[in-house]
């Protein structure tokens, strides 16, 4: 019902590819504890390139889906969590991507967003700082990495955290403050003046390169190499905001369709006290459960998903979404685990990684709290107004 | 979104009437604690009929709007707990003439259907049984109520529990079963077989006649007034069931709208600790829930209607609706009550009637429990499809 | 293990009596929507007075159990809605009688505190005050009614409002700001000064004389019925306050116990789907859930009581014990009219009004969110002294 | 208020070794992803046993503390992960440790209990078995491995999972069924006879040797080695269920009240939108929250350790203890994770670790929904004999 005809012919060939080719992967040994090794994301997408379902969300003429249509397709390629690698619908790549396509000009666009729309590179976006540092997490006015005009060139300082992707991408988004408030710059990775000092380990490991923190010393970027205009920063990351949101649902969403899929099977099989698990109700009722929130959160991803398609920057919508979705996949995905007993909580099943990705989900992209937050202040200003 | 024009209007009509007319009612002495009078509901039907509100859900030609369109129909007549009854579009009347509009012939149909949809009468679904009896209660198979042929008529006998509106119905519906299975009778009431032995005294109390509890003493109702055929009566039980169900769903959303509306202006004017209570986060979150959770039951209610309007019975899908509304409306209700204090447990406001109405309605209509039971059934029956 | 042997002798006649002579004045008509009549509580009383379970923590001598000891048996009072009106156990009585032994004078205890320690007089604590004139509810700091002295009187004028048992009290406390800060009167009433407006129309129905708004017009007070000294209000509502939240934790425990008694009794003996409700593992997981919750609840009482019984004033524990037990209550009692479906709902069993009741306790005594608030406080606190 | 003097004085020795001593060694890299290193369990340990604080709840006369006193000393063994590890009552060995000193003959005892409580070797319990051969779990009536006699000795064949430290364990206590029923078996460790199929990756690693699936294959054990009688090995699976659970309940709880102190100072010590994070009450509450709930279980712990000191089996209430305590650990992890942010999901703390351990707990030792349907039967019998 959510979708058109392409988008859903588009789907059909990602849900089947990522079921035959994808999910196999799963077991390879290259899956590391900070996300699957590049030579294997690059394997796969060659795959997926030859299955006709590299980078499905934007259309040989560069045009992108619709929301509601990036939706049905994007929950599909999360069936696995290396489906969205495989794909090239992954995060950040997917946001960067959806960010260049609307604010980069067509220099830009040629050097920094072909590589990534043709999957040959991985990018990042530098906004997070640490919290030791007292910088930017949530509350993105308390950023501290500056940048000055020097010439015909911008001179970057400060220090990242949480910079997905970092380790191995060719492309950086690098957000840092001038006097006129936030500028984004473009940048080729690996460059010396960003210095890669850790990579986190995080409780979720589906990310290629994993979270890294950074410092930038002196960092030289050409003017040219600004994206948009100077002081524009926060303006550029609400539109990358929005979808970038939403997009996580919609993967994520995959990945518990997936884990529901799995934990039925389990329960339908294993008996116990006389009788398959699912005719327990205990068992029966968090698996009824999970439909249910299964069910919600489609309805509220395409929800959001239309808002934006009518131009809305959407960012109460999408906060809703990025709430209800993420708290219920935590639901989802625990109940799975409980379902699946002890084998719930092995790697023997993808299970127990889909609950780990979603635990972190609660807080990637602004935690539960945050968006609570501005939804109350929204309530106060629609009372205000009436 | 989920309208078309012509329902758009409707609901426009009907909440401008609940908001001017309807609402003053509420603190009507004739609102007793079984409902309120029915000299009071006639009282403002007569305003609906002048306002072209009343059974506004049925079009003129005696068509009825989908059940999308109905949603966005009936939300706003439950802007508080009398509208729907102000509209006709309450339960369990707006169910009765469902099932009569598409089961009954039309001699039925000129005798029992006209005067509910014109609203002159109520009626009554005489179905549950009383628990001490070991009657039928989420478990339809265990009726008790028996009838028998005899000539031209048929003799029914035995106890009914929780017979919403029977007092003071004019219309009733009654089920009994046959040697051939469960078996439906239109009856004019009151009839001296049907016997109120007294009305419960409950929780909620927006239901003029409250819920009876009946003796069927040798009740002789003509063969003509057999509704379908005989042994047929859980078939035309599941016609009536999912639009019934939904339509709660819709009536008491309406309702918690309105709460959700009282709570957040209690809350922007309500100082404490040196604030107004809005900006206090333990309020303005549960506030920012609350919206959350109302726009998931509009996305579910108008789902499952949507699934009504393809033809499907929508039992699984009016199932999955009736839990999340239900419990959502509670948490929805709870969190009015608590953010206003000790006002919230007053009837000072309407809000404390609706979170009692809630509370019931967790219960009417198949408790979460007996649903998810089925949700885990059809679960188990998909695996094995699989 | 909670107890002496004393208490538990005490408590063993109170549960005895409560269950023998109290449970079957719930169904007397004299129980009212504002709580019931001081006919039928006095006629109780007579009974347990013969019984020698009037007043039963105090002790002949005049001396109190210890908390632990009341709390054994101000729970078992609490069986019925009304054990502990014929007991003499209840709010605000029994915290009114607390703060008067503490505090008050020979003179005063003579006048004041023996009428109600025999039972013969109800009492009425006059210190919230109306929402609407943005009085002091949660935050005692907003507190507007004043007292200023007179000669040998002083004069108090104000509105009050939540003032339980009002309407029917011979003695009043009432609270109001002087120069010096709060200050505290004992009054006899009724008294002409003390003009109740209404009796608000609450969620709860325990309460005789039901929860009034009051205005306070020029009450003029002897000097020598202010209780302690002027502008040490506050401090002494300090010495009341722990031991009151607590008792009512009691209570209300006991009333969720008969609850839980109920409900079980009906699950294991009403049939749904071929077995009794207990089998089913949705009915049963409540109720075990149900039994934990109660065993939380007494173990949260007994242990802050310990505290209080050590000289603390025992606010922070205190508060954590008022939210724990509160918020199990709620979810207990909602379980046990889920489990009781439709008879859960209706004033055929005394399920329903607990379920009122505790709805209301959330509230009563500093809603949840304001011993959250305090909470945090007590952390930060911590934190910078470690 | 819980302990005994000499309890007390165990504790705070063994707090002060988890805290100067244990802690480091979380950063130690020989902390794996199966647990810790057997080397380094012995460094620790050889530091334990100088500090006086090595198998602190056995005293150097053999006798065991109270369960009451136990608890006091295992909730600070287990403020680090590891400490349970280096003061040697972690599980399994404490249980086992527990077990064999209530059965072992003083032969079994030298053998195989001394070298246990003397911190030199470690143990393993071989009971549940694989799903995938439909073989016991939760249910133990499934169990599949067989013992049969043969001349002087037994022969044991079957295979089981889940064996928690298997891996580099020199005792094992072996469970199969043999026709008198289930009997259990005293082992020297490694032997040839029981292969170690592979080592689960799971969630959690605290525990050294991880889970391993393993499979005996005719081992043969003197008559002499089997514990107690023939048949009676359910009997003794009781005695060491309930201390073992709650010994679980203790040690995690001390893990959380570790997260709880480091989320606490961490959202004392960060900023966001212009003060710390614990003024902000989405956050504050979280914290509250945790601190009634680690009230709640320190309680229970307490209360259930009371009762098996009567020398009760202590079914039921380790069973009521084991929910509320792991469920509790879980929100109170989650909160701990939630509070502190992105941080919280990286290992730059302990929170991260101890939320997926108390994930597993929630299903080691009887998933949450087999004890509610034991006491779901509780209720039942209780109402028979009513």
């Known amino acids: 019902m ?27 040994p290259r899956c590391g504890f900070h996300g699957p090794s590049d030579e294997m994301v690059m394997e796969m997408r060659e795959k997926a390139r030859a299955a006709g379902v ?22 599909r390629s999360g069936l696995s969590p290396l489906g969205p690698l495989a794909c090239n619908t992954m995060a950040p790549d997917e ?53 000055r005009q020097d010439g015909n060139h911008w001179v970057i300082n400060g220090r990242k955290a949480f910079i997905t992707g970092a380790e191995g991408a060719k492309v950086g988004i690098v957000m840092a403050k001038s006097d006129d408030g936030a500028c984004m710059f473009l940048v080729d990775l690996p460059d010396p003046a960003i210095r890669i000092e850790r990579v986190l380990d995080t409780i979720d490991s589906s990310m290629p390169g994993g979270h890294a923190v950074v410092r930038i010393d002196n960092l030289r970027v050409p003017a040219s190499q600004m994206l948009g205009a100077s002081g524009e920063g926060f303006k550029y990351a609400q539109v990358r905001l929005s979808p970038a949101r939403l997009s996580h649902c919609m993967r994520w969403l995959g990945g518990c369709i997936r884990a ?13 006290f006389g009788k398959p698990l699912v005719d327990h109700e205990g068992v029966g009722f968090m698996l009824a459960e999970n439909m249910i929130d299964i069910r919600q959160c489609e309805l509220m991803i395409d929800w959001a998903a239309s808002v934006l398609d009518t131009g809305s920057l959407g960012t109460v919508e999408s906060s809703m979404a990025k709430v209800a979705v993420s708290e219920a996949l935590m639901r989802i995905a625990d109940k799975c685990v409980q379902v699946m007993g002890g084998t719930g909580v092995t790697q023997d099943t993808i299970v127990e990684q889909i609950f780990r990705e979603v635990r972190a989900f609660r807080i990637y992209d602004g935690p539960t709290e945050v968006h609570k937050w501005s939804l109350a202040k929204k309530i106060k200003r629609d009372h205000k107004h009436a």
């Open 54 to 75: 590299l980078t499905p969300h934007i259309l040989p003429d560069g045009s992108h889906l619709t929301q509601r249509e990036t939706a049905t397709v994007l929950i």
């Open 95 to 147: 946001g960067n991507m959806y960010l260049l396509g609307h604010v980069a000009n067509e220099e830009q666009k040629a050097q920094f967003l072909k590589p990534l729309v043709e999957g040959r590179a991985r990018s990042a976006f530098f906004m997070t700082e640490p919290a030791e540092d007292g910088g930017a997490g949530s509350d993105p006015s308390m950023m501290k990495t500056v940048c």
């Open 2 to 28: 959510f979708s058109t005809d392409r988008a859903q012919a588009i789907a059909d060939k990602v849900e089947a590819f990522v079921r035959e080719t994808v999910i196999p992967y799963e077991k390879d």
């Open 260 to 272: 529901q899929e799995i934990a039925s099977a389990y329960a339908c099989k294993r008996m116990a």
